[in-house]
C-alpha cells in the first residue's frame, strides 16, 4: 500500500462482484474513499462492507439513478475525484436470433450507461476543474470478437469511441478519460457459466499461461486513476497475458 488515492473520491459502478469489486478492494488498499454502485443489492452490500464504502442500488441503464449515485458520493464526501464503470452484461446469443429487445438492453447498460455514467460525473467535475473518468472495455470488440457476441462487441467497440470523444471534450475541464481492455479474467461468472474445458482452452490461447484475475486489471484501473496517469487521456490498456499477440494456434517455443 501507497496511498496512491490518499483521500480521493472513487465512485465505481458495477462493483458487486468480479472485475468491480477487484478495483474497489484495490482503490481501498490504497486509501481511496469509495461509494460503490450495481443493481445487486446484497453482493454490492457486502463488497461495500468490506471496503468501507457507501452502496447505491444502481441500473446504469437510467440515468437518473447514475445522477443518484453521483449525488451520492457529493452528499457523503463534498466531491468527486475518480468514476469508474465497469457495469456491463454479456448474454451469450447469436445475431440471428438476437432481437432489437436483446439488442437495446445490451446496448442500454454497455453503451448507454457509459454516457450516464460520464453524463451524471461531468457536473462536478467540470465545476471543480479536475477528475478522472474510467471505463471497462474489452478486446472483445475493439480487436476479437467470436460467435454469440456480436451485440456486446458492438457496445465495447462502442464504449472506445466514447472514451476517444470525451477525452477531446472534457480535456478543457482538466478531466481525463480512458479505459481498460480486459482479456479473458477469471471470474466468478466465469467459473460459474463455464466448465474446465472451457477455461483451459482459454488458458492455451494466452502466451502467459493463464486467464487474468479481477486484480490484474483493478492494477491498470489504479495506474490510470492516480497522479502517475496525469497526461494520459483518450486511451485504453489492454490487460489481456498477451492474448492478442499469436499469428496462429502454433505460437508456443517448445524444447527440441
Known amino acids: 500500500m501507497s496511498d ?7 465512485l465505481i459502478i458495477g462493483a458487486a462482484r468480479g472485475i468491480g469489486k477487484g478495483i474497489a478492494q484495490r482503490f481501498a488498499e490504497e486509501g481511496a474513499r469509495l ?26 441503464s ?25 457495469a456491463g452484461i454479456y448474454p451469450w446469443q447469436l445475431i440471428e436470433n438476437t432481437s432489437s429487445d436483446d439488442w437495446d438492453r445490451v446496448m442500454a ?8 455514467a460520464a453524463r451524471a460525473a461531468l457536473v462536478p467535475m467540470k465545476a471543480q476543474g479536475s477528475g478522472r473518468m474510467l471505463f471497462t472495455s474489452s478486446i472483445t470488440g475493439p480487436h476479437v470478437t467470436s460467435p454469440g457476441h456480436g451485440h456486446y462487441s ?34 466468478e461468472a466465469i467459473e460459474l457459466h463455464r466448465g474446465a474445458a472451457f477455461i483451459k482452452n482459454m488458458e492455451d ?13 483493478a492494477n491498470a484501473f489504479l495506474f490510470l486513476a492516480s497522479d502517475d496517469a496525469s497526461y494520459i487521456t483518450g486511451t485504453t490498456i489492454v490487460v489481456d497475458g498477451g492474448q492478442l499477440l499469436p499469428e496462429g494456434k502454433d505460437f508456443r517455443l517448445l524444447p527440441p
Open 62 to 86: 437510467e440515468m437518473a439513478d447514475a445522477e443518484a449515485a453521483v449525488a451520492l458520493a457529493l452528499q457523503r464526501y463534498g466531491h468527486l475525484d475518480i468514476l469508474v464503470q465497469n
Open 4 to 10: 496512491r488515492l490518499h483521500n480521493k473520491v472513487a
Open 109 to 116: 447498460v454497455n453503451l448507454r450507461g457509459t454516457f450516464h
Open 154 to 187: 458492438a457496445s465495447k467497440a462502442g464504449i472506445n469511441g466514447f472514451i476517444r470523444a470525451a477525452a477531446l471534450e472534457f480535456s478543457g475541464y482538466g478531466i481525463t478519460v480512458n479505459g481498460v481492455e480486459p482479456g479473458n479474467i477469471l471470474t
Open 205 to 217: 490461447a494466452i502466451p502467459l499461461g493463464r486467464l487474468g484475475s479481477p486484480r490484474d486489471i
Open 35 to 60: 461509494v460503490l454502485a450495481d443493481t445487486e443489492m446484497d453482493a454490492g452490500m457486502a463488497a461495500a462492507e468490506e471496503c468501507g464504502a457507501a452502496f447505491i442500488q444502481t441500473d446504469i
